[in-house]
């Protein structure tokens, strides 16, 4: 199970850490990430991290703005956000079994979801 926390109003420019804490299992063995999903659009990928050798991936939208990282002892994994555009306005979901460096960060591989949590960036 995935519980994220975190999402809120911010304004543009403004920055934003969503958290994911894991449970049932270990974030040591997977792969572990992020989708988004924004009104009237298709689930999009922003962002993964391997498990074998914590390599990341990101969506060329979020790149250089958006960083995930994790604490294996609190099995948490979290997404830092800065310089917020409205366009990144959407449900945050974590996920498990994303994949790098592949296609949509391996949506169609993806065996967990989390309930989401909603990012608005507004004036």
């Known amino acids: 199970q995935l519980m994220e926390s975190g999402g809120g109003l911010v304004q543009p420019g403004g920055s934003l850490r969503l958290s994911c804490a894991a449970s049932g299992f270990t974030l040591d063995y997977y792969a572990i990430g992020w989708f988004r999903q924004a009104p009237g659009k298709e689930r999009e990928g922003v962002s993964c991290l391997s498990s074998s050798d914590d390599s990341t991936d990101y969506a060329d939208s979020v790149k250089g703005r958006f960083t995930i990282s994790k604490n294996n002892a609190r099995d948490t994994v979290y997404l830092e956000m800065t310089s917020l555009k409205p366009e990144d306005t959407a449900v945050y979901y974590c996920?498990?079994?994303?994949?790098?460096?592949?296609?949509?960060?391996?949506?169609?591989?993806?065996?967990?979801w989390g309930q989401g949590t909603l990012v608005t960036v507004s004036s």
């Open positions: 996920v498990r079994d994303c994949r790098v460096k592949e296609r949509d960060l391996g949506y169609r591989y993806i065996e967990v």
